[in-house]
Every structure is written in structure tokens, then in C-alpha cells.
């Protein structure tokens, strides 16, 4: 055991396992996680090793192959929800999970009755595997622009399922590449040369007894990719293919016989089912962080570099900087935490109330808060990712640190389940539209009230006080950040506006006022997990020492957010330049704050040395001697024969034919 961590660990502030139970919401799921790390750091296919960095994409997929088997022998877990509390053990993906994370909650949320009945339990038995068969070639975030078909044929009572052009080919569904055997694809719906818009239908793909690809079908993997090596992301063409007209899931559209189309409900419910994939995504960025940061953090505190006056080399930690790359990341992490759990909660409620009694009265305000924090969660966790690896010099860059893996993993998060600008768009639109209701004196809604002070915002009246600003408290830092946000959207709403005298509202809204509703939407965000972040410490810390070190970071997440961004504060008059020296002097004493207890931060996350798979970040601090074992016994370069490459082509370098070298 390294004597730094040693020291490290006993100079920590608060115990150990109140701050785990606060970040996994109680001891009882705390036991059952730790337990399923122990049973997979210890199983000897779930385990990881260190070796798989060397194989080829064809190997991993196998070996993904064979882990997810034994993964379902071991564990029970069929919901989505299960899962992630261990997903991110895995060094790649398993194969099958696009069914659980998609596909299921598809069926639950747009199928008829007869149709759950008919298609979820062979889902959650894993016998029908799912994708979900939505991007085409050519369009992704435009779904309205989808090419494939889906005819209605009256003679036959069948839809007729056509892929009319290259770009029309769905290209990017998880698990279309080998795993699938159905998908829920969606089509531009025609009746009688009327097309009726885009719907989900059940397709079966694959037979379930061979794989084999079904006649008229054409389905495949898309090629290697930036991360997500072992995902058959894929391709799938139809040929005019026949399905029943049962296929249409039909929970909130029919299709009689004769073809006439009904609604049975709001169409707006497809949304439903991308939040719970946006919350997943959200919740894999904290966990992402987390993992990252307990590299980071137990490798800057043995990583020693540059004696101090006495002569000794400093901890890595101890300069500013890097105090700066880890700490202030830590708090970023632990925001995201609160504001992704706010945000899962909501969206739980939500889909209960759809379900059980068709209230949509929830919709905008979930919409707005899980498309901004997806796209600011998942563009923030992967700048902090990659600070955090540069933070650990070149062995920040060997795989063997662990960062290959966590950071490729998550890079598909701006992109996949809503593109990131169109996702801030969508909540920047929400803001523009909240405007408005205050303009008209209609009622706000919770998650916008600090637009309720607008109008003193605007007018510069409102100023922040020096007495605050010298007893800064989270509550003075809330208020802040209210206005901030606020006068965003102000400006936000303006230079839409000013647009629109130019060309028209759309022409504004695509081409003159982005980047100012994107800021608009990024100081929401802030305000928004701030507040989670202060009132999850206020309900469910009851211990004093944590409450203090989750205040802190509480603190420094909003005051760096303050000190980077402070736009909205400075063109509203709010704040000075001298009270803005002050904030960012408060930000860098929390740093210092907060370095005796970043070993604590990080070890509560309960990592276990497999999980984690980092031969840099191990809980005893080993960093050299791991590297050591790991570079000579899983690293296959070492062991290949290389006579002939050597022989041929880099001995072969001094026989090439060459003028003579200039001296
Ligand atoms: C790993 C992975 C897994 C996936 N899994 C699935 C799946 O299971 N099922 C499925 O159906 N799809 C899946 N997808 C596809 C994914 O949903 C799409 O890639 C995503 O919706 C973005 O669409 P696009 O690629 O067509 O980008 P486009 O919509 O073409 O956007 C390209 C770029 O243009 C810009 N842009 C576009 N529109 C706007 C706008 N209005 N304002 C400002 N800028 C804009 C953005 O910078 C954007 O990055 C997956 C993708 C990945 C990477």
C-alpha cells in the first residue's frame, strides 16, 4: 500500500460510507451494487483483463459475446434500470442491451394491450431481441424526413415495408448488425397514397431459430467505430416486405381493416420513451466521471514531480492546476449526480402519470430538462474526461490508465438518442416560450421561476449586495445564478427577435440567434443542477461533515460556472469587477478547501481495482509496479516474433537507395 494514500485516507474529514450512501441512495442499493462488482471482479469470464486492449474487433465482439451470456447466468437483472448500476464494470459493451435500454420500453409505451401481452414477457425472457430502427442514411435528427415506407395494402391486410433509396437505409440501430432478430422500425405511414406521418411498427428480421436474415431483408454491421468496438451498431433494408396490419403498434394509432386511420390518444408519447434513454445517458456521465476521477485523483497523489523549498517532491495534487483538473471535476461530477437523479425522478413520474391516466400535463417540462441536461451533461463529462487524462501526463495517454475505455464509451453520448444542438435547441425553445407566458402575466412553470424577477433584472436595478458577497452562502450563490440565467434568456430572446426583422422567425431561429439560445439553454442547466445539487444535500444529509464537504462542492460547482460564464451577470449590471475578483478568489479557496478530502470523494464511489480496470488508479496507489506487470504480462507486442517485419522493412531502411545525406 502506497504511504501517501495511507496518510491521505486518515487526514479525510467525514466517514466514508454516509457520503455512499448519499451518492447511491441508500446502504441497502450501495450493498447490492458493491456485491455485484465483488461477483464480477472475481467471476473469471466477467472479469476484466487487461489484455483485451490488444485484440481485434472480431475477438471483442466474441468475447462480449460470451460475458453477456454469463453476465444474464449470474445475474437476474431484466429492466434497464438494474443494469446500470453495474454497467460501467464492463470495458466494452455487451451485446443485447439495446433490447432492455429501447426496445422494452418501446413496447411498453407505444403498444396496445393485446400487444404487450403478445411481445414484452419473450422480450424480457431475451428469446425476441429488439432494435430500435429509427436513423436512416440520410436523416437522423429530422424524423419527420425518415424516407422508409410503410404501405397499406387492403387486399391483403398487410403494410408493405419498402426502402425506396440508399439513403433511405436505416444505418446506426444498436445490435441490427448480428444480435436483433426484431425491430421496431419507423416508417412514413401510406393509406391510399396519404401518407400520415411516422410510426413505429414490430418487424421481425432474423429468424430466432438460425439468425438467419429474412427474406427481403438485408441487414448487417456498419464498420468500425470511435468507441463502442463490441456494439453491431447496423444496417437494414427492406425489399417490400409483408407484415400483418397488426404490426402497427397501435397503442395510440390504428389502422382499421377498410384502412381508415384513427388517433386514440397524443401522438407527443414517443418522446416518452427517449427520456428514459436520455436519463441513462445522463446517469453514465457522473459514472463515467467517477471512474475517471478515482484514476486521476489516487494517481496525482502518488505522482510526485518538483522538490518545494524544503526539498521534497510536491504531490501532483497539491499544485493549483491540478487541483483545478481533479477537484473542480468532482464537483461537476457530483452535480451532474444530483441533477440526473432529479431528472430520472421526474421523468419516472411522468411516464407513471401517462400511463395510468393519460395526463401528459408533465411533457414540456421533462422534455426541456432531459434534452438540456443530456447535452450539456454529455459534452461536459467528456471535456472532463479527457482534462482529467491530460492531468495525468503520459501515462494519462497509455490505455492501461483506463481512459481509453471511459472515454470512448461515453463519446457517443452527444450524439446518439438526440443530436446535442438540437437537443439544446429544443430546451433554449421551451425558454423563448416561457417568455412569452410571462409576458402575457400567465402562471410560470417551477423550473423557469427565476424569470419571474425579469423585469428588475432587466432594468439594472437589481445589484448584488457586498455584505453577500463577503458571507457568500449557497443561497446567495442560487440567487446569483437565477439571475444569470435569466437575463440569458432576455438577451437569448432579443437577438431572436432582432433576427427576425431581418429574414423571419425561422431564418433567426436557424442561422441568427443559435449560439445566444444555446447560452440561454447552458445558464438554465446551471441554475437547474444547482438547485438539485443544494436541495439534495439539504434533504438527505443528515451527517455534519458530509454535509460540509457537499456543500463545498456545491459552492465550487456554481462559482466555476459563475467565473467561466459570467455573461449574463455583466451585461445585466448585476455584479462588479471587484465582487467578480471576489467570486473567483471564494472558487480557489474552495480548491484548497477541498484538497485534504479528495482521496474520501473519490474512494466512495466504491470501485472495485477490476472494475475500475486502471493500472495507474489502484486503491493501494501502486501506480509502477501495476504498469510493470501489466506491460510484461498482457502486453502481446512483447511477445510477438517481429525477425521478419524487423528484418525487411526497418533494418531494410538503411538499404534504400538514397542520395548522400547532407552533414
Ligand atoms: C453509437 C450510436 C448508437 C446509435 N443507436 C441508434 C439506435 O439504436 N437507433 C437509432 O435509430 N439511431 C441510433 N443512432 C443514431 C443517432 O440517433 C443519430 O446519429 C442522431 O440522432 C443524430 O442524427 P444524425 O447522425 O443524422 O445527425 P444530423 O441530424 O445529420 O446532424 C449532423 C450535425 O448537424 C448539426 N445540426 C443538425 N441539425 C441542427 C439544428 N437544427 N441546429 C443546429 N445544428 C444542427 C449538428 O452539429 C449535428 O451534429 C445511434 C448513433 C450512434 C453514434
Redesign the pocket.
Known sequence: MSKSLTEERQKVSFNLQDLSNYIYEGEARYNKMMSAYKTLSEDPILRNDPSHHGRDRIELVKHAAKRTHRFHEVFNYSEADELIDVWNHFDQQLLAS?SKF?FIPCIRILASEDQVQKYLEPALRMEILG?????EMG????VRSLETTATFDAKTDEFVINTPSLTATKW???ELGLSANYCICFAQMIIEGKNYGVHGFMVPIRDLNTNKVLPGIQAGDIGPKFG?HT?D?GYLRFDNVRIPRDSLLRKYVEVTREGKFKRKGNEKIGYAIMMTTRSAINISCWKGMSQALTIGVRYSLIRTQFADESGKERKVLDYQLQQDKMITNLALTFAIHAGALRARDMINENIRRVLEKEDFSMMPDCHNILSGTKAFYSWESLDAINVIRMGCGGHGFSSYSGFTNIFQELS?NP?????N??MV?QTARYLVKALETLRNGKRLPEIVDYLKDLDNVISGDLKLKAENVEGLCLGTLLEIMKVNAAYLVFSAGNALMEGAQEGGFKESWDKKA?LDLQEAARGHIYYYSFKAFKEKIEKDVKEANVRKVLERLCGLYALDKLVRYPQGLFESGYINAEQFKLLKKKRNLLLEELRPDAIGLVDAFGYTDNSLRSAIGTYDGNAYENLWRWVNTYNDFNKADWTETWEKYIKGLRYIKRPAPKL
Open positions: 439495446v429501447m432494435a430500435y430502427a429509427q436513423t436523416h437522423g435528427s429530422d446506426w440501430p444498436g463502442y456494439k451498431n457517443t450524439t446518439h438518442e438526440g443530436e444542438s438540437v435547441l443559435g
